[in-house]
């Protein structure tokens, strides 16, 4: 089974129809307001009816109500959420799709901390990300040997912070996870995506560990 994609902060339909055309298996969309890479309720239901059949959209929130998360699922027919906030284990259960949490990592403690995550709630995976400031799309990495630690944990993890076309055929081959996921690293500018990267990129995660 190759390495899912997820391409993150997609703000554009012309944007969504390239990944999915280039291969990528999830399309993150931005509910947080101070993101560059926002997406009203309206756009991203524009955005989520360019999924095929086999794809997934999933809601990026961070500490977001349960109410609007809830509403944002129904109207915009999103597969999963992502929340990318302080939210502790038990928030992460009651909206109707699986959850991935997401934990930024500066060290061996967060991945700690992502592991009391594991078997909580719907929580379905766990997204490891880099520590820059804010709460993500910063373009910053953080160590791959660390994902080791979740190896006996029996939850998917994907990796992302800080990825990009030339760096994601080795962080697969260091952390071998279920996925990995980028936003800055396949942009023009925040939000509008390059085509080329895109495509480079989820080529490059895709065929990673084929040799
Ligand atoms: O992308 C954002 O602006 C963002 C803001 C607040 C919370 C999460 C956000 N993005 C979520 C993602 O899954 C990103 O792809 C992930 O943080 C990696 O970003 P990057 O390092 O830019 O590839």
């Known amino acids: 089974m190759s390495t899912r994609v997820k391409i993150c902060g997609v703000t ?9 055309a280039e291969g990528a298996d999830a399309l993150g969309l931005n509910f947080y307001p101070r993101s560059p890479r926002y997406v009203t309720a309206e756009v991203a239901a524009e955005l989520a009816r360019t999924r095929p059949a086999l794809g997934s959209v999933v809601g990026v929130f961070v500490n977001e109500s ?15 959420v992502q929340l990318h906030g302080d ?8 909206y109707g799709v699986p959850v991935i949490k997401a934990m930024r990592v500066r060290g061996p403690e967060d991945v700690e901390k992502a592991r009391t995550y594991v078997g909580a709630g719907d929580v379905a ?5 880099g520590a820059a400031p804010g709460y993500g799309g910063g373009g910053v990495g953080f160590d791959w040997s660390l994902v080791a630690r979740l190896a006996d944990a029996g939850v998917p993890v994907l990796v992302a912070g800080g990825l990009n076309p ?8 260091a952390t071998r996870p279920y996925g990995v996921d980028v936003a800055s690293g396949v942009e023009v500018s925040p939000g509008i995506k390059d085509a080329d990267a895109v495509r480079a990129f989820v080529r490059a995660a895709k065929t990673a560990l084929w040799e």
């Open 125 to 129: 995976a766990l997204l490891l990300d």
């Open 166 to 173: 030339d760096n994601v055929r080795e962080a697969v081959r």
């Open 87 to 94: 939210e502790p284990p038990e928030a992460c259960a009651g």
């Open 12 to 20: 554009r339909v012309e944007d969504a129809r390239r990944a999915w």
């Open 66 to 80: 349960p109410d609007v998360i809830r509403a944002r699922v129904r109207e915009c027919g999103l597969t999963a």
